[in-house]
């Protein structure tokens, strides 16, 4: 987060829209990252400090509620796909949207699939 933050200041500063929309977007990853991470999380704080939180919820791990939260992120993604998928009308942007949102979902298909058998 302080290297996203420090960026995000930098953009701000600099007035430059893309530095601003990059690192805005990298610290809202982290915001929606750092509680959905049990025992895999990542160090947010990094470089003052390493330490690492772990959350009580995971999006993937089925024993600290990932069979509920999995489906939600994928719901979540879903209808942000169809948000931007109903705000662009070009077929460039509409295919980068489906490419992006079938990726999205790729790991929690398979991950789901996984554990059936």
Known sequence: MPL????LALGLWLARDWIIAFAGAGLLHLLTDLPLHHNDGHPHFWPLTDWVYASPISYWDYAHHGAVVGPI????????????????KGWPARGAI??????EMVPTIFLRLYLLF
């Open 73 to 88: 992120e994928g719901l979540v993604s879903l209808g942000l796909c169809v948000l931007l998928w109903r705000r662009f």
């Open 98 to 103: 489906a490419a992006i949102g079938l990726l």
């Open 4 to 7: 996203w933050g420090a960026a």
